[in-house]
């Protein structure tokens, strides 16, 4: 786990790097996300890894506050992506960091469309929602058992 850890750390700092430009253009498969979360909010997704009960990996209960329901959200996006046949995990697309805008660009097929506007939307709702440290690395067994449907 500490070596997972340290990965994603690895490539978020990488990510950061390069994503904070003006301008900059970006295919690298998993790592898009991070780069759109870094570009428009200045955070590192490590800082959402942990977050509430929806940001991170797997999801249940009720949303903490806003940030974990752009997360709940998010998660809803890919499920619809994944039901039309799109790879959440593994796709790669174009996108371009433009003062703090992400941009998707240069998109060749439906589920590159589909999963830089769900990253896209992800982020913009971020950058509006408040980071409540509190909810940094809130532990699963406070977030209930429920599982919310998305619409």
């Given at each position: 786990m500490?070596?997972?850890?340290?990965?994603?750390?690895?490539?978020?700092?990488?990510?950061?790097?390069?994503?904070?430009?003006?301008?900059?253009?970006v295919k690298r498969g998993l790592m898009e996300l991070a780069g759109m979360i870094k570009c428009s909010t200045h955070n590192s997704a490590l800082d959402y890894m942990l977050y509430g009960c929806y940001c991170g990996l797997?999801?249940?209960?009720?949303?903490?506050?806003?940030?974990d329901r752009c997360c709940f959200r998010h998660d809803c996006c890919y499920g619809e992506a994944?039901?039309?046949?799109?790879?959440?995990?593994?796709?790669?697309?174009?996108?371009?960091?433009?003062?703090?805008?992400?941009?998707c660009e240069?998109?060749?097929?439906?589920?590159?469309?589909?999963?830089?506007e769900c990253d896209r939307d992800f982020v913009e709702c971020?950058?509006?929602a408040r980071f409540d440290l509190s909810y940094?690395?809130?532990?699963?067994?406070?977030?209930?058992?429920?599982?919310?449907?998305?619409?």
């Open positions: 500490a070596t997972l850890h340290r990965l994603l750390l690895l490539l978020s700092v990488v990510t950061a790097a390069v994503a904070t430009r003006k301008s900059l253009r797997g999801g249940q209960g009720m949303p903490k506050d806003q940030t994944e039901d039309k046949g799109c790879k959440t995990k593994t796709a790669q697309y174009h996108w371009k960091c433009d003062d703090e805008i992400p941009e240069d998109l060749e097929d439906h589920c590159e469309e589909l999963l830089c971020l950058k509006r940094k690395f809130w532990p699963n067994f406070m977030c209930g058992h429920d599982h919310l449907t998305c619409n």
